[in-house]
């Protein structure tokens, strides 16, 4: 069974930073990249940053460009997502999630196939 947990979150002042973690395992879990969505109260759950094990290629939100920053460790099946500069409006439940095959453009929650429960993230002003 894949089981992806998230750790990390919590609240913090704005312009302080909070450092993510998603451990992945489960004997059947393959997956070319993993990566970040949040959803904020009242939204829809939105894509933040993914990241390629292989090759580490990243790609981010327009949003957190130049405050986030997605790592990986491959030995440990993790990735993370340093987040920076935090503003009050990224105060959301974040989740790590992965496909289990490539997929071509962007990621929308729908194309995932193994979600994390999801880690709170609480900005205040």
């Known amino acids: 069974q894949v089981q992806l947990v998230e750790s990390g979150g919590g609240l913090v002042q704005a312009g302080g930073s909070l450092r993510l973690s998603c451990a992945a395992s489960?004997?059947?879990?393959?997956?070319?990249?993993m990566g970040w969505f949040r959803q904020a109260p009242g939204k829809e759950r939105e894509f933040v940053a993914n990241i390629r094990w292989s090759a580490g290629y990243t790609s981010y939100a327009d949003s957190v460009k130049g405050r986030f920053t997605i790592s990986r460790d491959n030995a440990k099946n993790t990735v993370y997502l340093q987040m920076n500069s935090l503003k009050p409006e990224d105060t959301a439940v974040y989740y790590c999630?992965?496909?289990?095959?490539?997929?071509?453009?962007?990621?929308?929650?729908?194309?995932?196939?193994?979600w994390g429960k999801g880690t709170l993230v609480t900005v205040s002003s």
């Open positions: 999630a992965a496909p289990r095959a490539y997929l071509s453009g962007t990621w929308d929650p729908i194309r995932m196939d193994y």
């Open positions: 489960g004997r059947t879990f393959s997956s070319y990249a």
